[in-house]
T-cell receptor
């Protein structure tokens, strides 16, 4: 069966520090991978998606970036965090053209102070 | 510019009664609609979906209704159970872009 892992579960970082969140998927090949952010009182906002290794599409201009160094690994990064980067970050995957059914990881709660 | 809106941030219902969660969207080109359920500190899980060619889809206690003319989507839970207490997100999919757009979520509390 497929599983998706995210770490860390919780992170507290000072403003201006770098960020690296990792997401890995097991039990499937060539998944579509997504990074979402849920800010307080808001819905899930799509940040990045990837249909293959090295292929990244950015949805919202910001100081975040994403990379996909391996088929089942998706990394969200920042060189310098802003206060507004605080939120709940979710990684998700889907297979093939099944954009409609996405499976989410447990999420990382990021607090920037 | 929010294309998907859930205007009720919270809803409280007694156990055994019906829960109705609502969602409005702006773009008539959306052709697939979904509901996700999210518990605290967990990722959302897919609950139920409906395509634009239907107006109703039922799965056990959960029924989704689609009113295309009103651009309105609703989720009915009957009977509601305390374990249904969670945040419910509606989402829409445009097959043109292949992306999901989520609403803000509605927190449902089912009281025993």
């Amino acid at each position: 069966s497929q599983t998706i892992h995210q770490w860390p579960a919780t992170l507290v970082q000072p403003v201006g520090s770098p960020l690296s969140l990792e997401c890995t998927v097991e039990g499937t090949s060539n998944p579509n991978l997504y990074w979402y952010r849920q800010a307080a009182g808001r819905g899930l906002q799509l940040l990045f998606y990837s249909v293959g290794i090295g292929q990244i599409s950015s949805e919202v201009p910001q100081n975040l970036s994403a990379s996909r160094p391996q088929d089942r690994q998706f990394i969200l990064s920042s060189k310098k965090l802003l206060l507004s980067d605080s939120g709940f970050y979710l990684c998700a995957w889907s297979v093939g053209s099944s954009w409609e059914t996405q499976y989410f990881g447990p999420g990382t709660r990021l607090l920037v102070l | 510019d929010q294309q998907v809106k859930q205007n009720s941030p919270s809803l409280s219902v007694q156990e055994g009664r019906i829960s109705i969660l609502n969602c409005d969207y702006t773009n008539s080109m959306f052709d697939y609609f979904l509901w996700y359920k999210k518990y605290p500190a967990e990722g959302p899980t897919f609950l139920i979906s409906i395509s634009s060619i239907k107006d109703k889809n039922e799965d056990g206690r959960f029924t989704v209704f689609l009113n295309k003319s009103a651009k309105h989507l609703s989720l009915h839970i009957v009977p509601s159970q305390p374990g249904d207490s969670a945040v419910y997100f509606c989402a829409v999919l445009s097959s043109n872009t292949g992306k999901l757009i989520f609403g803000q979520g509605t927190t449902l509390q089912v009281k025993p």
